[in-house]
């Protein structure tokens, strides 16, 4: 049976690494780096994430900025903001929490940032360096994802990988940064024919769709690597929830050489890759 990938305990080394680079940086250059976050609205599950975002900042030594606006900001005023916060030489990295409300155009407030503090990865400069295999700032799941495969894996050239899900935030630079490592590459979406067959040829299966459970365990490869992305929070008889992934785990535990849980697999990674995106731009600009 598979061996259990421990994001959790991976992304507080890779925090703990972070935390030192950082306190490199702020002797080198007498300021810490600085990351600001912007949520506009008041979206439960967004408060959450730009709150442990804060706090994760926070303890790794860096400054941490946050805006949190009205849902009713009109798209000028928050493109005012971000325009301001590129011009701050204290800020390093800016994120702005998705989804924003429907009023404001996402893809022109992200092609605001400077690509230079795109923290998140998702400016299209950078989204172009990526799939060019050049050097810039890398979508904050997949580059976890992508440390956690190689850790298991070791060199993937060669190797067979399916990612299932098509999103600019996750299976779109998933696929880019497995073909960069020289893998051989599928990208499954909700049009493919027959994911079946197609995951029953990965080594490497990489699911990003947030449908609970939809890779069956049979479909596994055995001995194959399976990074659960997808977060989906299901209703308990009890009245409570528990989160489960996009993969059958116990399923596919059985037949996979490695996997991850949810929670606690690629999960932590994302807010570590945050901050280690952040300390990466903060030595660029330096
Ligand atoms: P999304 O909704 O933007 O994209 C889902 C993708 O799944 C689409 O490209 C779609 O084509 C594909 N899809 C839908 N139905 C399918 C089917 N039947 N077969 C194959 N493909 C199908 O979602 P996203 O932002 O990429 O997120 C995916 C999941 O990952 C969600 O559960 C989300 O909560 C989770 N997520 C987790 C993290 C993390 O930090 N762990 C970060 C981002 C997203």
């Not at 020289?182 to 947030?210: C, E, N």
Request: overall charge neutral; some cysteine.
């Amino acid at each position: 049976s598979a061996q259990l990938i421990d994001g959790k305990a991976r992304a507080a080394a890779l925090r703990a690494e972070v935390a030192q680079g950082v306190a490199a940086f702020t002797a080198a250059h007498g300021r810490a780096p600085g990351l600001t976050v912007v949520l506009v609205g008041d979206d439960p599950a967004s408060a959450v994430y730009v709150g442990s975002k804060g706090k994760a900042t926070r303890e790794a030594g860096m400054v941490s900025g946050e805006y949190r606006l009205p849902a009713d900001t009109a798209e000028a005023d928050l493109l005012a903001l971000i325009a301001q916060l590129n011009a701050d030489p204290a800020v390093d990295g800016i994120l702005v929490q998705m989804p924003l409300p429907r009023h404001i155009d996402s893809d022109r407030v992200i092609a605001a940032i400077d690509p230079a503090k795109d923290v998140d990865g998702l400016h299209p400069v950078n989204t172009g360096l990526l799939v060019s295999g050049r050097k810039g700032l890398v979508p904050c799941t997949p580059s976890g994802c992508m440390l956690l495969i190689t850790e298991a894996m070791g060199n993937i050239a060669g190797a067979e990988a399916v990612v299932i899900g098509r999103s600019i935030l996750v299976g779109k630079p998933m696929a880019a940064l497995l073909t960069n490592a020289s893998a051989t590459v599928t990208l499954a979406h909700s049009r493919t024919r027959d994911l079946a067959a197609h995951v029953a040829r990965a080594d490497i299966v990489v699911a990003a769709v947030g449908i609970p459970n939809m890779v069956q365990g049979d479909w596994i490869k055995p001995g194959a690597c399976v990074i659960d992305v997808g977060i989906n929070r299901i209703a308990l008889p009890d009245g409570k929830s528990r989160l489960i992934g996009d993969v059958d785990f116990a399923a596919a535990a059985s037949r996979a050489g490695w996997i991850t849980p949810v929670p606690g697999g690629v999960g932590p990674m994302t807010i570590a890759c945050l901050l280690a995106n952040t300390l990466a731009a903060a030595h660029a600009r330096a």
